[in-house]
């Protein structure tokens, strides 16, 4: 991921988290330091960050996280983004794959 892309994953974490007063869990060791760029999908509306998912790999198993901007939720983003992620982890045949939530997340509970 380069420089911009991680500005941008940032500043939607900031605005994720700052509306819906909770954190998020983003690996951002992996994020910087990954090699394999296949493993995060974006989406943008009006070139705006608006949805990020990231494949973090744990040897057999792999964990999905992600988030949608609050303003653009239930349209369909995430779910493009986690069917994106899925078919990745499913061609690199992981064992397991994690959907990693907030626990306080009425939408993330909604979608799982």
């Known amino acids: 991921m380069n420089d911009i892309q991680l500005k941008e994953v940032e500043e939607l974490q900031q605005i994720c988290e700052e509306k819906t007063n909770f954190k ?5 060791d992996a994020l910087k330091n ?6 995060d999908y974006f989406f943008y509306e009006m070139n705006r960050l608006i ?5 973090y790999d ?4 792999a964990e999905l996280c ?11 983003i995430f779910t493009k983004l986690i ?3 899925l078919s990745d982890a ?6 397991t794959i994690l959907l990693n939530a907030p626990a306080k997340s009425e939408s993330a509970k909604g979608f799982l």
């Not at 990954?34 to 493993?39: A, G, L, P, T, Y």
């Not at 949805?51 to 494949?55: H, I, K, S, T, Y």
């Open 58 to 61: 744990f040897g057999d198993k």
């Open 51 to 55: 949805g990020f998912a990231a494949l």
């Open 83 to 85: 069917k994106a992620g």
């Open 66 to 76: 992600g988030m949608v901007h609050p303003d653009y939720r239930r349209r369909g």
């Open 24 to 28: 998020l869990k983003l690996n951002w």
């Open 34 to 39: 990954r090699k394999n760029v296949d493993s």
């Open 90 to 95: 499913l061609e690199r045949k992981y064992k």
